[in-house]
């Protein structure tokens, strides 16, 4: 049982690395995700000084938090697409472009929720 719990904890701990370095390695290479990441630590704090609540902020975080993960995904997307078919392909055209097409949703649902704050702070 312990030796099992173990396993477990260490495969956890070797997940989080991964998980990680996967960020770290978006950060770097994908200008979109870098400007994401820089928005999730800007817009809390402009909400802040607009005087929005704690809970609202926090739907902020989380709100972001989807964009960053469809922007992950779609970056996902994008290098498998790119191994499977360095050349033209319209099919890994559509691909990539339902995944930026998802970016652009996720956006828009933010837009929303932020116009949605505007309307019941202002």
Not at 24 to 44: G, M, S
Not at 86 to 92: A, H, V
């Amino acid at each position: 049982m312990i030796n099992s719990l173990a396993r477990h904890f260490r495969h956890a701990v070797s997940a989080c690395k991964w998980s990680c370095a996967g960020l770290l390695h978006t950060v770097k290479t994908e200008t979109a995700f870098l400007q994401e990441t820089i928005a999730l630590v800007a817009l809390p704090g402009i909400a802040w000084l607009l005087g929005v609540s704690l809970g609202h902020i926090l739907l902020i975080i989380a709100a972001w938090l989807v964009v960053m993960l469809t922007e992950l995904l779609n970056s996902a997307l994008e290098s498998i697409c790119d191994l499977v078919s360095p050349e033209f392909n319209i099919l890994i055209k559509r691909a990539k472009d339902a995944g930026s097409a998802a970016v652009l949703l996720a956006l828009a649902a933010n837009f929303c929720f932020w116009l949605y704050l505007l309307i019941i702070y202002i």
